[in-house]
């Protein structure tokens, strides 16, 4: 399987979110990924950067916000509308 966007929950049965996103970096796998957690925590953008992901939502935003970041991380990181930019942007 060759997905071209993954949405993926931190929290999973006997595996770490982390640990998938690291696992597909490692094995080169060119899909974009977007973290998409059960909660919001100001950590989560930068981390999503620092380990290549190209975006996040929380499952507790709008699904017009899930949307618009599918859309978007063909082009890029997406950030949700409710985190600055600059919190958004701290590595």
């Known amino acids: 399987m060759r997905p071209d966007i ?3 929950d931190l929290l999973l049965r006997g595996e770490d979110g982390w640990d998938v996103v690291r696992k ?5 796998s060119p899909a ?15 981390a999503s950067k620092n380990f290549g992901c190209s975006g996040y939502v929380s499952k507790g935003q709008a699904s017009e916000e899930l949307i618009e970041a599918l859309r978007t991380v063909l082009g890029g990181f997406f950030t949700p509308r409710s985190v600055s930019l600059e919190t958004a942007n701290r590595a």
């Open 6 to 8: 993954v949405l993926l």
């Open 24 to 28: 597909m970096r490692v094995g080169n």
């Open 32 to 46: 974009k990924i977007i973290i998409f957690p059960h909660f919001e925590e100001r950590f989560i953008g930068p």
